[in-house]
Every structure is written in structure tokens, then in C-alpha cells.
């Protein structure tokens, strides 16, 4: 069974910053992404980021390429991403997520967990 471990969402003030973690298990695999998806109420779930090791770095947007930073460590089988200078519409479920077959593989995510709530208030 796939296993995430969420954690890092809260409350901030829009310009501010939070860090999310996870870690994640249960699946086996050499060409996997992992990274974040998030949904914002009423809107449909989007791509947020995602590494691996054949593409590095990726985000689906430019504002996420500006803001966010992804990273990885792997002895502790942790996904971090770093989110700077948050904005309202920022403020989104955001889960932990992995595809299989490498990054933004849309749908993306094979497997995502139960997700960590930001909430950026203006």
C-alpha cells in the first residue's frame, strides 16, 4: 500500500512562507515523479511540482517556477517544496503526489495522500 506522510500547511499572510514535507512509500520503481498536486476549493486538482531523477526541477506554472522550490532528500526518502511569497490563490489542499512513469504525466499522479492544507489570507 502507498503511504504519504503530509506535513508543513497552515495559515499565513499572503507575501509569507511555509515548507511542506513528505514522505512517502509503498511503491517500488527507478522512472517515478513525486511531488505536489494541489486543489483549490471549488476548482479542479492541478499540477503543482515534481522532481525525479531523469528531469530534475519541474513546475507547471511560471508564477510556481518564481515562488517555489522543490527538492529531495533521499536518505530520508523526503520530498520538500519550499513556498515563498504565497498569494490568496495560492490557497489549496496541497498533496503529496506520485506518477510512475516521471513527471507530469497529466492526470499526474498515480497516487496522491490525504494532503495538507495552505490557506493564505490577504
Known amino acids: 500500500e502507498v503511504q504519504f506522510v503530509e506535513s508543513g500547511g497552515g495559515l499565513v499572510q499572503a507575501g509569507g512562507s511555509l515548507k511542506l514535507s513528505c514522505q512517502a512509500s509503498?511503491?517500488?520503481?527507478?522512472?517515478?515523479?513525486i511531488g505536489w498536486s494541489r486543489q483549490a476549493p471549488g476548482k479542479e486538482r492541478e499540477p503543482v511540482a515534481c522532481?525525479?531523477?531523469?528531469?530534475?526541477?519541474?513546475y507547471y506554472s511560471a508564477s510556481m517556477k518564481d515562488r517555489f522550490s522543490i527538492s529531495k532528500d533521499n536518505t530520508a526518502n523526503t520530498v520538500y517544496l519550499q513556498l515563498n511569497r504565497l498569494e490568496p490563490d495560492d490557497t489549496a489542499v496541497y498533496y503529496c503526489?506520485?506518477?510512475?512513469?516521471?513527471?507530469?504525466?497529466?492526470?499526474?499522479?498515480?497516487?496522491w495522500g490525504q494532503g495538507t492544507q495552505v490557506t493564505v489570507s490577504s
Open positions: 503526489t506520485v506518477e510512475m512513469q516521471g513527471c507530469f504525466v497529466i492526470p499526474w499522479g498515480d497516487y
Open positions: 522532481i525525479s531523477s531523469a528531469d530534475g526541477p519541474q
Open positions: 509503498g511503491f517500488t520503481g527507478d522512472d517515478y515523479g
